[in-house]
C-alpha cells in the first residue's frame, strides 16, 4: 500500500519561504510523475508542479513559475516543494500525488501565508 505523507507547511508572512516535503513509503514505489496541488478554501483544486521521474523534467503553473521549485531525491523516495515570495493568494491545502494518473495522494498540509 503506498503512501504519501507530506509535511513543512505552516504560517508565514508575504515574500517569506517554505519547503513542503512529500516522503512516500510502501514497497516498490517508480511511479511516473510526483507532483503537487492544492486548493484553497471555496475553490476547486489546482494543478501546481509535477516532476517526472525518469527525465527529472519539471513542468509549473503559471502562477507559481519562477517562486516554486520542485525537486526529487530518489534515493528517499521524497519529492520537495521549494516556495518563495509567498503570497496570500498561495494559502492553500498543499497535496502530493503520484502516478501517471495521479492514482496516490497525501493527506495534504496546510500553507498559510499572511499579509
Known amino acids: 500500500q503506498v503512501q504519501l505523507v507530506e509535511s513543512g507547511g505552516g504560517l508565514v508572512q508575504a515574500g517569506g519561504s517554505l519547503r513542503l516535503s512529500c516522503a512516500a513509503s510502501g514497497g516498490a514505489f517508480s511511479p511516473y510523475r510526483m507532483g503537487w496541488f492544492r486548493q484553497a478554501p471555496g475553490k476547486e483544486r489546482e494543478f501546481v508542479a509535477h516532476i517526472m521521474l525518469n527525465t527529472d523534467r519539471t513542468a509549473y503553473a503559471d502562477s507559481v513559475k519562477d517562486r516554486f521549485t520542485i525537486s526529487i531525491e530518489k534515493a528517499k523516495n521524497t519529492v520537495y516543494l521549494q516556495m518563495y515570495s509567498l503570497k496570500p493568494e498561495d494559502t492553500a491545502v498543499y497535496y502530493c500525488?503520484?502516478?501517471?494518473?495521479?492514482?496516490?495522494w497525501g493527506q495534504g498540509t496546510q500553507v498559510t501565508v499572511s499579509s
Open positions: 500525488a503520484a502516478g501517471l494518473q495521479w492514482a496516490y
